[in-house]
C-alpha cells in the first residue's frame, strides 16, 4: 500500500506562486524509483496530468503549463513538489499527486485525497 498526502493549496491571485508537495508513504515504497506525477481536474473535466517526473529524474508536462510549473522531488523526504508560478485564473482545480508500481495483478494507481488551487483574476 502507498499512501500520498498533498498540501500547499489555496487562493491566489493572477501572477502569484504556490508550491505543491506530496509526501509519501508505505511499505517500501520510494519516489526515487517510481514515477510521480501531479494531475489536475475541474468540476466536469476529466482528470489532466499536469506533471511527472520519471524515475530516472526525467519531467515532461502538459503544454499549457510549460515554463511556468517545475516537478522536483526530495528523496530524503521522500516527497514530490509542484512550484507552480505565474499562476493563471484556468490553473484553478483540483491537484491530485498520483503514483503507480505493477504487481502479479497489474497495474495499481495510488492517489492522494486532492488539494484546491484557486487563482483568482
Known amino acids: 500500500q502507498v499512501q500520498l498526502v498533498e498540501s500547499g493549496g489555496g487562493l491566489v491571485q493572477a501572477g502569484g506562486s504556490l508550491r505543491l508537495s506530496c509526501a509519501a508513504s508505505?511499505?517500501?515504497?520510494?519516489?526515487?524509483?517510481?514515477?510521480m506525477g501531479w494531475y489536475r481536474q475541474v468540476p466536469g473535466n476529466q482528470r489532466e496530468l499536469v506533471a511527472r517526473?520519471?524515475?530516472?529524474?526525467?519531467?515532461d508536462y502538459v503544454d499549457s503549463v510549460k515554463g511556468r510549473f517545475t516537478i522536483s522531488r526530495d528523496s530524503a523526504k521522500n516527497t514530490v513538489y509542484l512550484q507552480m508560478n505565474s499562476l493563471k485564473p484556468e490553473d484553478t482545480a483540483v491537484y491530485y499527486c498520483?503514483?503507480?508500481?505493477?504487481?502479479?495483478?497489474?497495474?495499481?494507481?495510488?492517489w492522494g485525497q486532492g488539494t484546491q488551487v484557486t487563482v483568482s483574476s
Open positions: 498520483n503514483t503507480y508500481i505493477f504487481t502479479p495483478r497489474g497495474r495499481s494507481d495510488y
Open positions: 517526473i520519471t524515475s530516472g529524474g526525467m519531467t
Open positions: 508505505g511499505s517500501q515504497f520510494s519516489i526515487s524509483i517510481n514515477t
